[in-house]
């Protein structure tokens, strides 16, 4: 479909967000706001042990608390064939409760119900849990030894999860042996957590119909309808899925947690509605973290610079069990897009997972399915390999990028990358920032001993999962979906089977049915998360919802288009090929005169339709050919004071390129937000685990959110390719700094440092390693 | 988390004295540290409340403490297991009760703990100090007890 070329009017505005009045005024409307008469606390007894056996549970002195109404634990689940929930990778099944032994610290082991939140957590207190504690495997290394096993309820007795692997394995061998240059350097992306500031949580009660209403915080509203009648036995229809307004998500709230189905089951077996609404300590400790690969990149290149190869093998740290919230056929995500922006004439990579004594998750954290890990691997790789070559990053990368002759570009590992301008958007950055300028004052201040660094990110990522040949969720495709309904004066309503976190879809959506019908963004409102009345969708997570939901809105706004013409032409009183759309009004092809606007025409739809079909709605089912490809480059600029250790980012600029653009304004939140989380992963966050498997970083005092006195000042900028198969050209945003700008922080502390002969080091950078790496080199000088 | 102690404590008691004392759960239970209820189940078994406060975590323990005493070595080992508030703590410690001279006992004692939970996370900066603190405090009460004979 080509992209045409039309004077702004609803697409391309800066429309400030139809939703931020009602949350700016504290009036949003989460899960926790909810009450019910006769509604329930659930509070839920968590494992102390990372690995231990279950000898006894007595809830003898729980039961004697006052309110507290019943206690569940996995024998009581497993005995109603609740005991296990298949998670959404599909290939394995997690313990509501715990059955026998727990698996990780923090585990759910008993489910508490009582008439005050209090009461519960008293209850849970009271519950006695006696544990034999077994061996502990605290890092995926050790799980690789096979010597605990750690899952004997799975059929293969290893800790091995999968092994998969994209490419050409032997020509890359032959290729990077046959390479006059060559880099190898292991990089750890590290177990860090989306932390929404809202937690997990839900109410569920089974109304007066026997229906269940389950009010949830979830990405992907219909999913979980679906996944709960499959694990419950409970008939679809008889399940409504409403997730209000949602305090982020960043893909913690997608997979289906086991507080869920606990809160069911009481609803059920008490006959009352039950809330559950995690603590923040349960969220860190609990729910799906993000990364945790460690990844052994290897590139090869000529002696001028050209690539020649890479070779990505990542051992991968899954927890307890494999909830990856990956699609079916990507156990490892979209990992192959590790190949970035650069044309590889051959590549493989391969990733193997494996259980540990921790937290289940590898969820897609604001990224699309691994794309971030892939991402920071190949950044830091071209790093690594212009300081072996001596060449300047910025040059390497020029050499090496996918020209814009070269889309649509088939990638060695098997993507189809749609549009792009690397050199463009490299070019727009460098001279933003005054990138010889800088490089002229770094010269100086090293003569001077004074550290600086500027650190490049130029990534593609993958995103807007997905085609159906490729892509599905416990076997249901990745298509998205809208309803559009025009009321006869002109205003309207647009659902969709996306559910916003913050994104701003109330905006967005709006615009793009405006841009399309020529009607008032502020008149059309957009409904989401209630599977009752939006249409079947796979929900917002992985850059998706403007790639699919958004492209099946414009298509959908089309549809009403093609049946207004019809009735357009009733009132032009002219036949139905002579009547165009043309500046957002039907109008008789050669007379500019004769024109009628939508407006006008969604009245006639109710009111004098002639014998066209009354009404203005229309339905559209996406269905993308293909993933969207948006890029950036991101430079930072750091300072480090060599005595402290202390990284301050002076500038940082994001220049990116996400097609074209339905609201700037929005755009530009997003990227500020997703830098922003960046940041803190790059310099503040890690959930760490000490040898015995205790979660170290349970709440907000250890695990570090930058507040606005740490977040730097963000530049940022764009260039617009369009993507070529999406209906409006747009490609997603919300992942892109995220994805693009941990690599970029790390580049620069790592250039900075190079003076000392530092490569590499890992995230997060806090003072101390930045010390310790300044420390060491002195002291290698001095031996 | 992995904790290692050791310490000594000299007392002016005999070294029959001692080891009645510490081998006597009532009278060892009651020198653990911030101890809110001692429950003796058999000569070699005891359970313990304790008060628990270790950075912001803070809460009372259950402790299930067993004796293991080999008069012939003159040696008391004790395991001690249990928790609360989400927190758990299992602790192996061991003395050997020398003969000092001139009626003096030498109390020559280490120990290892692993914390789990809240209380070795949040509590992790502080809790190496903290612990050290307490169990040298355990010892001290029992020469405290032993040289004033409140034992």
Same mark, same amino acid.
């Given at each position: 479909?080509?992209?045409?070329?039309?004077?702004?009017?609803?697409?391309?505005?800066?429309?400030?967000?139809?939703?931020?009045?009602?949350? &700016?005024?504290?009036?949003?409307?989460?899960?926790?706001?909810?009450?019910?008469?006769?509604?329930?606390?659930?509070?839920?007894?968590?494992?102390?042990?990372?690995?231990?056996?279950?000898?006894?549970?007595?809830?003898?002195?729980?039961?004697?608390?006052?309110?507290?109404?019943?206690?569940?634990?996995?024998?009581?689940?497993?005995?109603?064939?609740?005991?296990?929930?298949?998670?959404?990778?599909?290939?394995?099944?997690?313990?509501?409760?715990?059955?026998?032994?727990?698996?990780?610290?923090?585990?759910?082991?008993?489910?508490?119900?009582?008439?005050?939140?209090?009461?519960?957590?008293?209850?849970?207190?009271?519950?006695?849990?006696?544990?034999?504690?077994?061996?502990?495997?605290?890092?995926?290394?050790?799980?690789? @030894?096979?010597?605990?096993?750690?899952?004997?309820?799975?059929?293969?007795?290893?800790?091995?999860?999968?092994?998969?692997?994209?490419?050409?394995?032997?020509?890359?061998?032959?290729?990077?042996?046959?390479?006059?240059?060559?880099?190898?350097?292991?990089?750890?992306?590290?177990?860090? $957590?989306?932390?929404?500031?809202?937690?997990?949580?839900?109410? =569920?009660?089974?109304?007066?119909?026997?229906?269940?209403?389950? $009010?949830?915080?979830?990405?992907?509203?219909?999913?979980?309808?679906?996944?709960?009648?499959?694990?419950?036995?409970?008939?679809?229809?008889?399940?409504?899925?409403?997730?209000?307004?949602?305090?982020?998500?960043?893909?913690?709230?997608?997979?289906?947690?086991?507080?869920?189905?606990?809160?069911?089951?009481?609803?059920?077996?008490?006959?009352?509605?039950?809330?559950?609404?995690?603590?923040?300590?349960?969220?860190?400790?609990?729910?799906?973290?993000?990364?945790?690969? $460690?990844?052994?990149?290897?590139?090869? =290149?000529?002696?001028?610079?050209?690539?020649?190869?890479?070779? !990505?093998?990542?051992?991968?740290?899954?927890?307890?069990?494999?909830?990856?919230?990956?699609?079916?056929?990507?156990?490892?995500?979209?990992?192959?897009? !590790?190949?970035?922006?650069?044309?590889?004439?051959?590549?493989?990579?391969?990733?193997?997972?494996?259980?540990?004594?921790?937290?289940?998750?590898?969820?897609?954290?604001?990224?699309?399915?691994?794309?971030?890990?892939?991402?920071?691997?190949?950044?830091?790789?071209?790093?690594?390999?212009?300081?072996?070559?001596?060449?300047?990053?910025?040059?390497?990368?020029?050499?090496?990028?996918?020209?814009?002759?070269?889309?649509?570009? %088939?990638?060695?590992?098997?993507?189809?990358?749609?549009?792009?301008?690397?050199?463009?958007?490299?070019?727009?950055?460098?001279?933003?920032?005054?990138?010889?300028?800088?490089?002229?004052? *770094? =010269?100086?201040?090293?003569?001077?001993?004074?550290?600086?660094?500027?650190?490049?990110? @130029?990534?593609?990522?993958?995103?807007?999962?997905?085609?159906?040949?490729?892509?599905?969720?416990?076997?249901?495709?990745?298509?998205?979906?809208?309803?559009?309904?025009? $009321?006869?004066?002109?205003?309207?309503?647009?659902?969709?089977?996306?559910?916003? *976190?913050?994104?701003?879809?109330?905006?967005?959506?709006?615009?793009?049915?405006?841009?399309?019908?020529?009607?008032?963004?502020?008149?059309?409102? !957009?409904?989401?998360?209630?599977?009752?009345?939006?249409?079947?969708?796979?929900?917002?997570?992985?850059?998706?919802?403007?790639?699919?939901?958004?492209?099946?809105?414009?298509?959908?706004?089309?549809?009403?288009?093609?049946?207004?013409?019809?009735?357009?032409?009733?009132?032009?009183?002219?036949?139905?090929?002579? !009547?165009?759309?043309?500046?957002?009004?039907?109008?008789?092809?050669?007379?500019?005169?004769?024109?009628?606007?939508?407006?006008?025409?969604?009245?006639?739809?109710?009111?004098?339709?002639?014998?066209?079909?009354?009404?203005?709605?229309?339905?559209?089912?996406?269905?993308?050919?293909?993933?969207?490809?948006?890029?950036?480059?991101?430079?930072?600029?750091?300072? &480090?004071?060599?005595?402290?250790?202390?990284?301050?980012?002076?500038?940082?600029?994001?220049?990116?390129?996400?097609?074209?653009?339905?609201?700037?304004?929005?755009?530009?939140? *997003?990227?500020?937000?997703?830098?922003?989380?960046?940041?803190? &992963?790059?310099?503040?966050?890690?959930?760490?685990?000490?040898?015995?498997?205790?979660?170290?970083? @349970?709440?907000?005092?250890?695990?570090?959110?930058?507040?606005?006195?740490?977040?730097?000042?963000?530049?940022?900028?764009?260039?617009?390719?369009?993507? %070529?198969?999406?209906?409006?050209?747009?490609?997603?945003?919300?992942?892109?700094?995220?994805?693009?700008?941990?690599?970029?922080?790390?580049?620069?502390?790592?250039?900075?440092?190079?003076?000392?002969?530092?490569?590499? &080091?890992?995230?997060?950078?806090?003072?101390?390693?930045?010390? *310790?790496?300044?420390?060491?080199?002195?002291?290698?000088?001095?031996? | 988390?992995?904790?290692?102690?050791?310490?000594?404590?000299?007392? /002016?008691?005999?070294?029959? #004295?001692?080891?009645?004392?510490?081998?006597?759960?009532?009278?060892?239970?009651?020198?653990?540290?911030?101890?809110?209820?001692?429950?003796?189940?058999? /000569?070699?078994?005891?359970?313990?409340?304790?008060?628990?406060?270790?950075?912001?975590?803070?809460?009372?323990?259950?402790?299930?403490?067993?004796?293991? /005493?080999?008069?012939? #070595?003159?040696?008391?080992?004790?395991?001690?297991?249990?928790?609360?508030?989400?927190?758990?703590?299992?602790?192996?410690?061991?003395?050997?009760?020398?003969?000092?001279?001139?009626?003096?006992?030498?109390?020559?004692?280490?120990?290892?703990?692993?914390?789990?939970? /809240?209380?070795?996370?949040?509590?992790?900066?502080?809790?190496?100090?903290?612990?050290? #603190?307490?169990?040298?405090?355990?010892?001290?009460?029992?020469?405290?007890?032993?040289?004033?004979?409140?034992?």
């Amino acid at each position: 479909m080509s992209i045409q070329a039309k004077p702004l009017h609803s697409v391309g505005v800066h429309m400030k967000r139809k939703e931020d009045p009602r949350f &700016i005024q504290g009036k949003g409307n989460y899960v926790d706001d909810l009450s019910f008469p006769g509604m329930l606390y659930l509070s839920l007894v968590r494992s102390t042990y990372p690995h231990a056996e279950i000898t006894n549970i007595d809830i003898s002195e729980a039961m004697k608390v006052p309110g507290v109404k019943a206690v569940i634990t996995g024998k009581d689940l497993e005995a109603a064939g609740l005991g296990w929930l298949p998670t959404f990778h599909g290939f394995d099944k997690q313990m509501v409760l715990a059955i026998g032994k727990v698996l990780f610290q923090y585990q759910e082991v008993a489910a508490v119900f009582a008439e005050t939140r209090a009461a519960a957590v008293d209850g849970a207190e009271a519950v006695q849990v006696d544990y034999a504690p077994l061996p502990v495997v605290a890092d995926p290394f050790t799980s690789k @030894t096979d010597k605990t096993l750690l899952r004997p309820d799975r059929e293969s007795k290893t800790n091995h999860i999968f092994h998969w692997e994209v490419g050409d394995k032997e020509g890359t061998a032959r290729a990077l042996a046959a390479s006059p240059k060559r880099i190898k350097q292991r990089l750890w992306f590290q177990r860090c $957590h989306p932390a929404p500031l809202e937690p997990c949580g839900c109410v =569920a009660y089974f109304d007066t119909m026997g229906r269940l209403q389950f $009010h949830v915080t979830s990405q992907a509203p219909h999913v979980y309808r679906t996944a709960l009648s499959l694990v419950t036995g409970i008939p679809e229809d008889k399940i409504h899925v409403i997730s209000p307004d949602l305090g982020g998500g960043f893909g913690n709230k997608v997979p289906v947690y086991p507080g869920y189905v606990c809160a069911i089951v009481g609803a059920l077996k008490i006959g009352r509605p039950v809330k559950w609404i995690e603590t923040r300590t349960e969220n860190l400790t609990s729910t799906g973290f993000a990364r945790d690969y $460690h990844m052994d990149v290897e590139i090869g =290149a000529t002696a001028d610079g050209t690539i020649t190869a890479l070779h !990505v093998a990542t051992t991968a740290d899954h927890g307890a069990f494999d909830a990856a919230a990956d699609p079916t056929k990507y156990p490892a995500g979209i990992f192959g897009i !590790v190949t970035g922006s650069y044309s590889f004439p051959v590549a493989y990579a391969e990733v193997d997972a494996y259980f540990t004594n921790k937290a289940p998750g590898g969820i897609a954290y604001r990224c699309s399915f691994r794309v971030t890990e892939a991402s920071y691997a190949i950044e830091r790789g071209m790093d690594i390999l212009a300081d072996e070559l001596g060449m300047d990053a910025v040059e390497l990368r020029k050499k090496n990028f996918i020209r814009t002759d070269q889309f649509p570009y %088939p990638s060695a590992l098997g993507f189809t990358y749609d549009s792009g301008d690397y050199h463009k958007t490299l070019d727009t950055a460098l001279e933003k920032i005054g990138y010889s300028q800088l490089l002229k004052e *770094q =010269a100086e201040k090293r003569a001077r001993g004074e550290l600086m660094g500027i650190g490049l990110s @130029t990534f593609t990522e993958v995103v807007g999962a997905g085609p159906s040949k490729h892509f599905d969720i416990i076997g249901i495709k990745m298509f998205d979906s809208a309803e559009i309904r025009i $009321h006869p004066t002109g205003a309207g309503i647009v659902r969709t089977g996306t559910k916003s *976190q913050g994104q701003g879809h109330e905006t967005t959506w709006a615009q793009i049915v405006a841009e399309e019908l020529g009607l008032d963004p502020q008149q059309i409102m !957009v409904e989401e998360g209630d599977t009752d009345t939006a249409p079947y969708g796979l929900g917002t997570y992985a850059s998706r919802s403007t790639p699919t939901a958004g492209a099946a809105i414009a298509m959908a706004a089309r549809r009403i288009r093609e049946k207004a013409r019809k009735i357009a032409a009733h009132l032009l009183e002219v036949g139905e090929t002579d !009547v165009e759309w043309k500046d957002y009004k039907f109008q008789v092809k050669g007379v500019p005169s004769k024109t009628v606007t939508m407006k006008e025409v969604a009245f006639a739809a109710y009111t004098n339709m002639a014998k066209n079909e009354p009404g203005l709605e229309a339905t559209f089912y996406y269905d993308p050919p293909n993933m969207t490809y948006p890029n950036g480059t991101y430079i930072a600029v750091v300072d &480090i004071d060599r005595e402290t250790g202390e990284v301050k980012v002076r500038r940082f600029l994001a220049v990116d390129d996400c097609g074209t653009i339905i609201n700037p304004l929005v755009v530009e939140g *997003q990227i500020h937000g997703g830098l922003t989380e960046g940041f803190a &992963i790059a310099f503040m966050q890690e959930i760490q685990y000490d040898a015995e498997g205790n979660n170290l970083n @349970t709440n907000f005092t250890d695990y570090l959110v930058p507040t606005s006195l740490e977040t730097p000042h963000w530049e940022t900028d764009k260039t617009v390719t369009p993507s %070529p198969h999406h209906p409006i050209g747009a490609k997603g945003v919300g992942e892109s700094p995220n994805v693009g700008s941990p690599a970029a922080f790390v580049n620069a502390v790592v250039d900075a440092l190079s003076p000392f002969g530092v490569r590499h &080091i890992e995230m997060p950078i806090t003072r101390s390693k930045v010390w *310790q790496a300044i420390r060491d080199a002195e002291a290698r000088k001095t031996v | 988390m992995n904790l290692q102690y050791n310490g000594e404590e000299q007392i /002016p008691a005999g070294v029959d #004295k001692v080891w009645s004392f510490v081998t006597d759960p009532e009278k060892v239970g009651r020198c653990f540290p911030e101890v809110v209820d001692v429950a003796v189940q058999d /000569p070699t078994h005891f359970d313990a409340v304790v008060q628990v406060g270790v950075g912001p975590v803070r809460g009372k323990f259950k402790l299930k403490v067993e004796l293991l /005493p080999d008069a012939a #070595k003159r040696r008391l080992d004790m395991k001690i297991s249990g928790g609360g508030f989400g927190s758990a703590v299992d602790l192996t410690a061991g003395a050997d009760i020398i003969e000092g001279g001139a009626g003096a006992t030498t109390l020559k004692w280490n120990g290892q703990a692993v914390a789990r939970g /809240p209380i070795a996370s949040v509590g992790g900066r502080v809790l190496d100090a903290q612990a050290q #603190k307490l169990i040298g405090q355990a010892f001290a009460t029992v020469r405290e007890r032993l040289t004033t004979g409140s034992g």
